[in-house]
């Protein structure tokens, strides 16, 4: 079978809800063991209760990503249990609608510890079982805003373009070991933040404003969820073995036909 996971450990934070959670139901899918790493220990236990009920290999782990001690912690208890670690995705993090000006020293920081110094604590604890493997995928959900400019987007931007670079950096560093590290860069998704953020900012409105922020994407809508799994899966199996220190753009056109 194609794209295959059979049996591969498969560790996901930000598992409980949007993309991470339609990437460990994909995974899961096609046989791998799913750990879900989450903030919200009934998010993470949730998903994985539900991957069960489909049959699937799922397990939940509360964690918070900005605490170093408390991921690589999790981590060993993960490798203890299954003796291996054979694909990290790293899909937690925040959203943040702010330009320079109105972007506070503590809304940077909350940003700064989330998306990447959570991406690089997730990466650090699992760096050494893979090399102890000779082996490993490590996937990192970046945006299109780490190389395109978008308005109010500014402490959100400097996270995903560190993500992108941490990114090349490992894949360069790793590359002798076996380990591959590859990036995905997705437009808008239509995840249950974009139903949030519309109820917040816009009552009222929240069908016009989402008919407007979905065509923004030259292809007339956001991205689903599993869109973007579907595309994860094929970077973090053997078919995609020769692919690594890439950043992949998912986008509904955005980036080439939005000028």
Request: aromatic residues 8%.
């Amino acid at each position: 079978m194609l794209f295959s996971l059979q049996n591969k450990v498969a560790v996901i934070t930000g598992g409980g809800s949007g993309i991470g959670k339609a990437i460990a139901e994909c995974f899961a899918a096609q046989g791998a063991i799913v750990c879900i790493i989450d903030l919200h220990e009934v998010a993470a236990n949730e998903t994985a209760k539900s991957i069960q009920a489909n049959g699937g290999k799922a397990f939940g782990f509360m964690c918070n990503v900005t605490n170093q001690p408390e991921v690589v912690t999790c981590f060993e208890k993960i490798i203890q249990r299954f003796s291996a670690l054979d694909i990290l995705v790293n899909s937690a993090g925040l959203a943040s609608i702010s330009k320079l000006e109105t972007t506070s020293e503590t809304d940077f920081e909350k940003i700064f510890q989330v998306n990447v110094k959570g991406t690089y604590n997730s990466m650090y604890a699992a760096i050494q079982q893979m090399k102890k493997q000779q082996r490993g995928v490590i996937l990192n959900i970046a945006s299109i805003a780490a190389t395109v400019g978008l308005a109010d987007r500014f402490a959100y931007s400097m996270s995903k373009g560190a993500v992108v670079s941490m990114t090349l950096s490992v894949a360069k560093d790793y590359i002798q070991e076996g380990i591959r590290c590859n990036s995905l860069s997705p437009a808008r998704v239509h995840t249950p933040f974009v139903d949030g953020f519309l109820k917040a900012n816009y009552p009222g409105k929240e069908h016009e404003m989402f008919e407007k922020l979905s065509k923004a994407q030259p292809i007339g809508r956001m991205a689903k969820p599993e869109e973007i799994a579907h595309l994860a899966l094929y970077v973090c199996s053997d078919e995609a073995s020769f692919v690594t220190g890439c950043d992949y753009p998912i986008d509904g056109g955005f980036i080439k036909l939005n000028s």
